[in-house]
């Protein structure tokens, strides 16, 4: 049986309900798009452990094999065989960690393929090690909802309790990363965003209680390290690490430095990480120091400042959420492009008036107004350029002009906004 076979039937009813209401063109990509991970990213390997690669690089972030089956989560607890599929997902991502906690991506196999040539060198299990605090987030979050869906403890084994530990352990490690840090990052011959400057220390930090990130979900290198969605993301998995290290692990300490620690982070952020913008008032910055610099954007990828409810930070409807994102929706974010098709955030990781198909499904699963969420899903479906799929950067003048024509993350968040609009219908 095919992997994607396990969602057939959910497939074919939810594209049945999109047909019944003439959205024949959304069917379509659902239709594709839903089962494309299970259908062309995934594999089971030996130690019956799944391998869940992005698409057209065949190497498995931390980051994206989650995002990859996060549309899957609300269909495992009945059924078992998708239910194991994830099951073995998040025990080769707590396989990875133990390898190295500073990875972002990692080869199938003991192989040493990947960015060989990076100092210092990693090994061999590792494709690339650019150190993100979200791809340790994404570890734990995907876990965490899991386990709320399913009931499943199984997957909380000793191998488990010691990779949240070390997890927790390496924030702890960069909240005083010029200190205690023993992370460093060169990458030569290349452009600027793709290494760590300073001696591959990055950008002199203070001490604030937020954990430090080299890069950022889009795998480019932080500016300033104190990366707020990120940080806020820790917060949000960590406080839900709490319970299970308590109740389920028996794990006292490790629950008590993980509330500590999302304590600490979040107080950081409040004092060093949202500002009284004079025309938007309090809202949140994309990264800083600590010492009164600041980076005022927003990036398309997940965890963003637009994504902060769809990470399970905070309601739609908080007030200083809101004010910043009446900013990233606006001009006065760099990264928000207007053309004569699309209009939506993009990212610095991809050309100049490029819109992600991720940046509109996220302002679609994050509206509070239904008919925002419908504009969202327009865009998307008339812009996929005759393909049937998702893209990464998409020209805001000319859709048929796009990066990635495979990239299984932007597929499933793209139908995870589908699943959401036939909720709330």
Not at 156 to 173: G, K
Not at 210 to 239: E, H, K, Q
Not at 386 to 400: C, I, Q, S
């Amino acid at each position: 049986m095919r992997y994607q076979d396990y969602l057939l039937p959910v497939t074919e009813a939810i594209c049945d309900k999109l047909r019944a209401k003439g959205k024949d063109k959304l069917a379509l990509l659902f239709k594709n798009c839903f089962p494309n991970t299970l259908a062309t990213t995934t594999r089971v390997m030996e130690d019956g452990t799944t391998y869940v690669f992005t698409g057209d690089i065949p190497a498995m972030w931390l980051r994206d094999s989650s995002a990859q089956v996060h549309q899957y989560l609300p269909f495992c607890a009945e059924n078992q065989p998708l239910s194991d599929l994830i099951a073995g997902l998040i025990r080769r991502q707590v396989f990875y960690v133990l390898k190295d906690p500073y990875a972002n991506a990692y080869n199938p196999e003991e192989n040493g393929a990947g960015h060989t040539t990076d100092r210092p060198l990693q090994g061999k299990w590792v494709f690339e090690r650019k150190y993100e605090v979200d791809s340790l987030c994404y570890v734990l979050q995907l876990s965490e909802l899991f386990y709320e869906k399913t009931g499943r403890t199984d997957i909380f084994d000793e191998e488990y309790r010691l990779a949240a530990n070390l997890i927790v352990d390496t924030f702890v490690s960069e909240q005083h990363h010029g200190l205690s840090s023993p992370y460093r990052f060169f990458r030569d011959n290349t452009v600027y965003h793709d290494t760590i400057h300073n001696n591959g220390l990055g950008a002199p930090v203070s001490y604030t209680g937020m954990t430090w990130s080299g890069f950022r979900p889009s795998d480019d290198a932080c500016t300033y390290g104190y990366l707020i969605p990120s940080n806020l993301f820790a917060v949000t998995v960590l406080r839900k690490l709490v319970p299970i290290a308590e109740t389920v692990l028996n794990d006292a300490a490790l629950a008590a430095k993980a509330g500590r620690l999302a304590d600490e982070i979040e107080d950081g952020v409040k004092k060093y990480g949202i500002v009284d913008h004079p025309k938007y008032g309090k809202m949140y910055a994309y990264e800083t120091d600590g010492m009164g610099n600041y980076v005022f954007m927003d990036d398309a990828n997940v965890p963003s400042l637009i994504a902060l409810p769809y990470i399970g930070y905070c309601a739609p409807d908080d007030e200083i959420y809101l004010n910043t994102r009446r900013f990233l929706l606006s001009e006065d974010n760099p990264y928000y492009f207007k053309g004569k098709k699309l209009a939506g955030l993009g990212s610095p990781h991809t050309p100049e008036g490029y819109v992600w198909h991720i940046g509109l499904t996220l302002q679609g699963l994050t509206a509070t107004d239904p008919a925002e969420r419908e504009r969202m899903l327009s865009m998307l479906e008339s812009s996929d350029a005759g393909t049937g799929y998702m893209h990464e950067g998409v020209n805001a003048d000319d859709p048929t002009q796009y990066t990635r024509e495979w990239f299984a993350w932007s597929n499933s968040i793209f139908s995870e906004l589908v699943l959401r609009s036939l909720e709330n219908e």
